[in-house]
């Protein structure tokens, strides 16, 4: 069921038949699971540091959901959708819920974390090649600079 090696242009086909509500509804998706994950390592984190970085980790996904939201619902008020595995395939790598015990299991969950913000940079680089103008259109190039931002903090932050 994976995209594969060709993720930007299978993203594009598919992105390309859904509609553009159901496409901000996968962001949305992408945004409650990111912010979950954070709060759950900054509940778990071993040190203050960590925690402080998870929180405010949490916090900007929170902010993103909630902009996605009124976004929605000026410009789609009666959507809803039920998504698919293939639609959070779109923003998530990995299982949502990251066990987090050890070292491995650490930096296990950062590459977890790392990959899902480039999948999801990827997502909204595309969202925005497809609706470039007005507020959504910036949102989704501002999302897609930000995700390549918190991918490579990702990686940095060690146990």
């Known amino acids: 069921m994976g ?6 242009d299978k993203f594009r086909e598919y992105l390309k038949t859904m509609p553009d509500a159901k ?5 949305i ?4 699971v990111a912010a979950y994950r954070y709060g759950v390592l900054a509940e778990k984190a071993l040190n203050e540091r960590h925690r402080e970085i998870f929180l405010g980790m949490q916090e900007e996904e929170n902010e993103h959901e909630e902009r ?6 000026k410009r789609f008020p009666d959507a809803d959708f039920v998504l698919s595995d293939k639609d959070k395939e779109m923003v998530i790598v990995g299982t949502r819920m990251l066990e987090v015990t050890d070292t491995e299991s650490f930096n296990r969950a950062m590459q977890f974390l790392h990959d899902t913000e480039k999948r999801t940079g990827l997502f909204y680089q595309v969202m925005h090649e497809l609706m470039p103008d007005g507020a959504l259109g910036d949102f989704y190039q501002e999302m897609a600079e930000e995700c390549e931002e918190h991918a490579e903090s990702l990686l940095a932050i060690k146990p």
């Open 3 to 8: 995209y594969g090696t060709n993720m930007p």
């Open 23 to 27: 496409k901000i509804a996968v962001a």
């Open 29 to 32: 998706y992408g945004e409650q």
């Open 68 to 73: 996605l939201r009124d976004l929605a619902q």
